[in-house]
């Protein structure tokens, strides 16, 4: 027994020395990296929409709204001495947007300053992958400013994916400390409705999250993943600038709990039906703690065109149950303790269908510049049962 110990206690000091040995090696061929560009990328949008139920006016009245968005992102990253990976995802948005509705916080203006905005949004993050013992670790800031608004963000997760990769677990944390300055409507400004705000006063919003994901391989042909992200919101929560009319016909300023609960849970289902053909799939259950249910029902086919383009047709379905503060005009009472006249939080239905348009590089370039990795250009179509249509066009273009 004693020299099968010894013998033991002699392999280990061999693979001791061996281990050692490894390690100097590659420690000795272990050049420091510089972090660098892992890819570039650039999104830009166009949006408009239209509807006749806008909350600045009590829920009628033009929604016309514009809106262009463009992003970009550089992600940069570098491997350490122990093979693990270290990355930095720098992002920078800017939307530019004009509203009918707006300008009708104070329609005695020809055009108020609500009337356009722009919206700065920067963010950072960091990402730690552990080769070895494959989990993930990430960190990350944002930061939000528009003319009535500003968020501060910061977020943290981990990830865990199984030996055999085919099994990956995520949870993510993410806290927002917004400032809202409360912007009255026009006629409320010397008399505000209610004891909650005055005009020009700052008030705080506060908004937790927490997601979870666990995706799992099935097989060759079929992945799933199934999500929830839990929200808790507290703070002003009500838009102090939509109006709400009363059955007396008096007028009052949008009221609304100072907190409120969503629980959304998700079943990501993708199947690949031949070598051309992947069938994506998604439904989600909402509930909020202000009465709102919701059921979300989405479909997009991927149909690979040849080696290096695809097509993608993406519809969705969407039906939501009614808050129960909510009231069209007209209808509210003065005893009532929270209202509001927003079609957001009303019962309604959408659907929107799309069609995508997705190059890769073949090695010779997009557009003749060898820089350009891929091109995606999607359009959207959105509308809803209660009059509110939508369309929206996205360019993404990635660099590497």
């Known amino acids: 027994m004693k020299k099968r110990v010894i013998s033991a ?33 650039f999104i830009s949008s166009y949006y408009t929409q239209d509807g006749d139920n806008s909350a600045v006016t009590g829920g009628v009245g033009t929604e016309k709204l514009t809106d262009i968005a463009t992003n970009l992102e550089v992600i940069l990253s570098k491997k350490d001495k122990k ?23 104070d329609p005695s203006s020809v055009s108020s300053a609500s009337y356009q905005d722009v919206r700065v949004y920067p963010s950072a993050d960091y990402n730690y992958t552990n080769v070895e013992k494959n989990y993930g670790l990430h ?36 806290a927002f400390f917004d400032t809202w300055k409360v912007i009255l409507p026009i006629e409320l400004r010397d008399d505000p409705s209610d004891n909650e705000a005055n005009h020009l006063d700052t008030k705080p919003r506060t908004s937790y999250n ?30 102090k600038f939509n109006r709400v ?22 079943l990501r289902a993708n199947y ?45 379905f ?6 129960k503060y909510f009231k069209p005009i007209n209808q509210h009472q003065a005893i009532d303790e929270f209202y509001t006249s927003d079609y957001d939080l009303s019962k309604f239905s959408s659907n929107m269908i799309g069609l995508g348009y997705h190059l890769t590089d073949s090695d010779k370039g997009i557009f003749n510049i060898k820089r350009i990795h891929s091109l995606e250009l999607r359009y959207g179509y959105y509308t809803r049962n209660n009059g509110l249509d939508s369309h929206i066009i996205t360019l993404a273009l ?3």
Do not use: C
């Not at 050692?20 to 890819?39: F, G, M, R």
């Not at 969407?318 to 808050?323: K, P």
């Open 318 to 323: 969407y039906a939501q149950s009614e808050a």
């Open 398 to 400: 990635q660099f590497k």
């Open 272 to 316: 690949f039906l031949n070598d051309r053909i992947i069938l994506r799939t998604f439904y989600r259950y909402y509930y909020d703690n202000w009465g709102i249910n919701s059921h979300t029902i989405s479909l997009e086919p991927s149909i690979k065109l040849t080696a290096f383009s695809s097509l993608s047709l993406p519809y969705r």
């Open 210 to 239: 927490l997601g979870l994901t666990l995706s799992q391989v099935i097989n060759k042909k079929f992945q799933i993943a199934l999500l929830a992200d839990l929200g808790y919101q507290e703070g002003l929560l009500a838009t």
């Open 83 to 105: 093979n693990n990976i270290h990355s930095f995802d720098l992002n920078l948005g800017v939307d530019s947007y004009t509203s009918a509705s707006s300008d009708k916080i």
């Open 245 to 266: 009319y009363f059955d007396d016909l008096s007028v009052n300023s949008e009221k609304l709990p100072s907190t409120r609960i969503k629980i959304p849970v998700g």
């Open 9 to 41: 206690a002699v392999l280990a000091l061999m693979f001791s020395f061996q281990a050692k040995a490894q390690n100097d090696t590659i420690a000795t061929n272990y050049k420091k990296q510089k972090l660098k560009i892992e890819e570039i990328n």
């Open 139 to 174: 960190a990350g800031v944002s930061f939000s400013a528009e003319f009535d608004y500003t968020s501060i963000g910061a977020n943290i997760g981990f990830t865990k994916t199984s030996k055999d990769k085919n099994r990956e677990f995520s949870v993510k944390g993410m």
